[in-house]
């Protein structure tokens, strides 16, 4: 008996020791995507040709919920891009309901536009009215519609317009593995309703448990409904899972808008696990939360600023007869050690490579 304890007791030890060095590796792998992307941005990586400002042209951008900081923040990027290019912009708010966003639809056909941006919801939801917009010629440009990056046969979008979405999730999720020291118990945030939301957090539910940590919960509630469901979420989840809760993963920030009542409440601190990690898309109240240490503590932001921008450019491409442009806007991990550059006093991602002046000589108005 004495023998047969000695042997598990060694195999034990061995198993400790060769564990040691596999996790060091599999942190070091996961801070090094960490690191590459919360690095600063400073070079133009974006097209380097396109067509010549098509003037005189009205666009209608179709909102999916300007409560969503995200869609708010490329909204305001279309807008200024469409002054800078010439361009008449007319925004319809789909309220975060299917059927807003059927009605601004229906409205945004009823005034001809030239062009129409969808932004921030699934096309596929608007099926008959992207028909509609197809038959009468109107180019379609998006952003975040789908889990397709660029020209989507299926929907008949020109564009779609997005960073990496897996390597946003990869970079949040490993994030989330560093910082739990490779022993995380991770709770992730989704919504169904969209097919990119689901991609996202099922990315970030592999890369977790392909990294050894652990997915306590896959949550799926209503984005349009957060203000309502995640105060009385967030306490059943801190009374299920306690202190085996060391992150949370969401597919935005905007879950995080509506949690730190019910943590203060549990006598949580702002910095205190569950730590709260979003992948994207860097809105202006998850920059605010970073920066005062309440309650969230990375967001993986998207430049929103400029992906407005790029719209502006996928559809000018369009009227001009030409294929969109390719280009993969750059990512960002934002922490409270490097919130303030790179946009950080703006409360947003908005990266210091002069894509303002690159879109405009491109467009031939400078």
Not at 211 to 232: K, W
Not at 281 to 295: C, L, N, T
Not at 333 to 355: A, I, L, Q
């Amino acid at each position: 008996m004495k023998r047969r304890t000695l042997i598990r007791s060694s195999v034990a030890m061995l198993a400790l020791m060769l564990a040691g060095p596999v996790l060091a590796d599999a942190i070091a792998d996961a801070k090094a995507v960490v690191d590459k992307y919360a690095t600063r941005v400073t070079t133009w990586d974006g097209p380097k040709a396109s067509p010549k400002a098509q003037e005189g042209k009205t666009i209608v951008v179709l909102a999916g919920d300007l409560k969503n900081g995200g869609i708010l923040g490329v909204t305001t990027g279309v807008e200024e891009a469409a002054k800078a290019i010439g361009w008449e912009v007319k925004v319809l708010d789909g309220a975060g309901s299917i059927g807003g966003r059927t009605a601004a639809f229906g409205q945004a056909m009823a005034l001809k536009p030239a062009g129409i941006i969808i932004n921030g919801f699934d096309a596929v939801e608007q099926a008959p009215a992207l028909e509609q917009a197809k038959a009468a010629g109107i180019p379609l440009v998006a952003w975040h519609a789908g889990p397709v990056i660029g020209p989507d046969e299926k929907t008949g979008l020109f564009a779609n317009v997005s960073t990496d979405a897996m390597e946003v999730s990869k970079a949040a999720a490993d994030y989330a593995y560093v910082d739990a020291k490779g022993k995380p118990g991770v709770i992730i945030f989704t919504d169904s309703t969209y097919a990119i939301a689901i991609a996202k957090a099922d990315k970030m539910k592999a890369e977790i448990e392909a990294l050894g940590g652990t997915v306590l919960e896959y949550v799926d509630t209503p984005i349009a409904e957060t203000s309502q469901r995640m105060p009385q979420l967030t306490t059943s989840l801190l009374q299920k899972y306690g202190d085996q809760w060391t992150h949370s993963l969401a597919i935005n920030d905007l879950y995080f808008d509506f949690m730190g009542p019910s943590l203060a409440a549990a006598g949580k601190s702002g910095t205190d696990a569950p730590i709260n990690v979003a992948a994207g898309d860097g809105s202006e109240s998850a920059y605010q939360r970073i920066r005062a240490s309440q309650f969230q503590k990375v967001t993986v932001a998207e430049p929103l600023n400029l992906q407005g921008w790029q719209l502006v450019d996928e559809l000018n491409r369009a009227f001009a007869g030409e294929a969109w442009s390719g280009y993969l806007s750059p990512l960002h991990v934002v922490t409270s050690d490097n919130v303030e550059f790179d946009g950080g006093p703006k409360n947003s991602f908005d990266p210091d490579n002069g894509y303002r002046d690159e879109y405009q000589k491109l467009w031939g108005k400078m």
